[in-house]
């Protein structure tokens, strides 16, 4: 089994930046492919940012990627998103997730995490 732990979210002015880690832990080939995905009260879950372990190919949102950088993170067998000027738009539980599904999938935008492994989430509020 692969468990998955996010951390480092918190409160923060509108324009401040916050970095957010992701631990795994078990079998890597189950968990290549990890990403972050958001929700917001009263709104559907998204894709924010999508990683494959060792190639590093990545996938990052449009409303996001001139702000937000994912990284894989070796020490922790995970990743931490970075996330640079947020607004008040970028509020919502982030979760992590992580999976075996393969590195064009896993960075192509579409992979919805559905049956991934998932972390409890971290929340960000970003203030006015």
């Known amino acids: 089994q692969v468990q998955v732990a996010e951390s480092g979210g918190g409160s923060v002015q509108a324009g401040e930046s916050l970095t957010l880690s992701c631990a795994t832990s078990?079998?890597?080939?189950?968990?290549?492919?990890m990403g972050w995905f958001r929700q917001a009260p009263g709104k559907e879950r998204e894709g924010v940012a999508t990683i494959y372990r060792g190639i590093g190919a990545t996938f990052i949102a449009d409303n996001v990627k001139d702000r937000f950088i994912i990284t894989q993170d070796n020490a922790k067998n995970g990743m931490t998103l970075q996330m640079n000027s947020l607004t008040p738009e970028d509020s919502a539980m982030y979760y992590c997730?992580?999976?075996?599904?393969?590195?064009?999938?896993?960075?192509?935008?579409?992979?919805?995490?559905?049956?991934?492994?998932w972390g409890q989430g971290t929340q960000v509020t970003v203030s006015s």
């Open positions: 078990g079998p890597h080939y189950k968990s290549d492919c």
């Open positions: 997730a992580a999976d075996a599904v393969g590195a064009s999938y896993c960075s192509s935008g579409a992979w919805t995490g559905d049956g991934a492994y």
